[in-house]
């Protein structure tokens, strides 16, 4: 297959990236995977996305250090905020003020430099935590952004925010990405995996992927601590 288009798709090494990875690949674009060394609580998710990168054919895997642990407020930014392992209303201590704001505005800065116009991220607002950048209205007004603020957007060559995954549920997502080749095994989503990738089993991110994997009907290879 000949790959033409280039696209920078957001790859954090879960298992929603993943799946956005390998539907991007599907259509045809050559892929330029980015995923971000923020501060997060453990690095596991970072060995987890090089290694979707190479198995899922990225043409390269580039890594940004960011550093959102110097403002903190977040359970994924500090351990002085703990991550809750029961449900909860309203937005989730695990919300990292302004994430996916920072990473798509990296991901536009990477496109305008590859002369891509198209940008993929895993966000969903089906099965989801809560989180407000992961709604549809934040995707379009960043889009908008996006096309008012480049070189590119203003030179007539639009820049486009791809967001397949965001009326799916995380059954649907899974389901996808098996027809798809996504291995799971080499994803993690936990918000509190340790050193070796196996994740808590307890915490949202973990609960929704469970629940994924038991809508989807799909063994859940998950590694649990």
Partial sequence: MSLAKRAVVLLSGGLDSATVLAMAR???????ALSMLYGQRHA??????RQVAQALGAVDHKLINIGLDDIGGSALTGEQIAVPETPSEGIPPTYVPARN???????????????????FIGVNAVDYSG?????????????????LATKAGVEGRRIHIHTPLID??????????????????????????????????VCDSCRLRLKGFEEAGVADPTRYR
């Fill in 26 to 32: 599907q259509q045809g674009f050559e892929c330029h």
């Fill in 44 to 49: 596991a998710e970072l060995d987890a996305a």
């Fill in 101 to 119: 704001t920072v990473f798509l505005s990296l991901a536009l800065g990477w496109a305008e430099v590859l002369e891509a116009q198209d940008i």
């Fill in 131 to 147: 989180y407000p950048d992961c709604r549809p209205e934040f995707i379009a007004a960043f889009e908008q952004l996006a096309n």
């Fill in 168 to 201: 799916l549920s995380k059954g649907e997502i899974i389901r996808q990405g098996i027809g798809l080749g996504v291995d799971y095994a080499l994803t993690v989503s936990c918000y509190q995996a340790d050193a070796q990738g196996r994740a808590c089993g």
